[in-house]
């Protein structure tokens, strides 16, 4: 007689009405993705998530799918199983606007105290790729700060920042007459104070990525958490090339927020037939 399913399961499968049969694997990941925007926005009171009783009827789900998905969400470091008390938020997760130019200061302040290790701030000849895309002459100097951030003393980004000499130099300059300046400012606060120079726009790519081990040791990640890779190129109000930024955030404990406006930019498909 061949193995029958948990009655949770079965309902499951049918509640998925897909035509590619659903192991408990996929339906975890589910369960846990849900689950783990919500950690991540702080949405349950008092740091503790809800019994399994309470999961399994929310989401439709067997005991052992909501298990495995709060087991996903173990393994990332944001929940832990506490004796009497439940499955608890041990991690949480920042946003960061995308929307506006901001830095991580700027965004964080109010959920604690961020502070800046520096680990370089130099000048230095920059790779040839650096230098086009600051629009410097091949073989010109930059100045380069390598700088680990920190929310009460959660490491949270690994910045890599190149900017150009006129914007720079003034800038440490600037930190070396007032001590603790790189330590306690966000780099776009330092160019408009040092240059006296407003800052204008930016061009943004994101990408995800496994982190190498010693950028993963350096952020003290968890062992397979993702990396999301940032690459920021900072303009002045005039238009030009103030700063190339390569920023490691940590996956698990930073998010990038957008509102978007699908009407702004949007034109309708021409044969509306197939819609």
Known sequence: MPDQKPKGEEQEEKAAGSAVPLTRADRARTVASVLRRQVMRGAFFGGVLPDERALIAEFGAS?????????????EGLVERRRGVGTVVVGRAYEHPLGALSGLAEVLQRHGEVVNEVREARVIRPPLTVSR??????????????????????????????????????????????????????????????????????EVSVHATVPDPATCAV??????CALLAVERLTLLADG??????FLHLRGDRLTLHATLDRAAGHTAPADSSLL
Do not use: W
Request: aromatic letters at 4%.
């Open 63 to 75: 005991r052992n799918t909501v298990r495995q998905a709060l087991g996903l969400l173990r393994d």
């Open 133 to 202: 895309r600051l629009a410097l002459p091949d073989g010109s100097k930059a100045v380069y700060l390598e700088r680990l951030r920190r929310v009460d003393g959660i490491p949270l980004s690994l910045d890599c920042t190149y900017l150009i000499p006129e914007v720079g130099e003034p800038l440490l300059a600037h930190a070396g007459r007032t001590p603790r300046t790189l330590e306690n400012h966000d780099v776009f606060d330092l160019i408009e104070t040092a240059t006296g120079t407003p800052l204008g726009s930016a």
């Open 219 to 224: 952020l003290e990640m968890p062992e397979g």
């Open 240 to 245: 030009r090339p103030a700063d190339l930024e």
